[in-house]
Nanobody, 125 residues
Framework: VQLVESGGGQVQPGGSLTLSCAAS????????IGWFRQAPGKAREGVSC????????YYRNSVKGRFTISRDNAKNTFYLQMNNLSPEDTAVYYC???????????????????WGKGTLVTVSS
């Protein structure tokens, strides 16, 4: 099983990026999917996830209204559209998949069987 992220980079505050996570070895349609991030010196945290193969969807409070998770089962790929980025969003972003992604108080728990290697998102002027 392999998950490969792409789409990271440097963007100015207020800008947008779309991250992609392409899967091989599993059919994403049967899996929960999630995006997580880890900033320097901080623990990995959940950004957004679809906790079962067909929902529901969760977002951490700080990204609600700005980020959107989506999936294209035909392409075996899922995405994170990020708008109105701020320096606080700077982190390495990881995609993950598992049969279930657990949540706690609306936040996705960074525990999953399959992980990508991460892609760096830097928001700075």
């Amino acid at each position: 099983v392999q998950l490969v992220e792409s789409g990271g980079g440097q963007v100015q505050p207020g800008g947008s990026l779309t991250l992609s996570c392409a899967a091989s070895g599993i059919a994403l349609a049967d899996y929960a999917i999630g995006w997580f991030r880890q900033a320097p010196g901080k623990a990995r945290e959940g950004v957004s996830c679809i906790s079962h193969s067909e929902g529901p969807t969760y977002y951490r409070n700080s990204v609600k209204g700005r980020f959107t998770i989506s999936r294209d089962n035909a392409k075996n790929t899922f995405y994170l559209q990020m708008n109105n980025l701020s320096p606080e969003d700077t982190a390495v972003y990881y995609c993950a998949a598992d049969l279930v992604i657990s949540t706690l108080h609306g936040n996705c728990i960074p525990e999953a069987d399959y992980w990508g290697k991460g892609t760096l998102v830097t928001v700075s002027s």
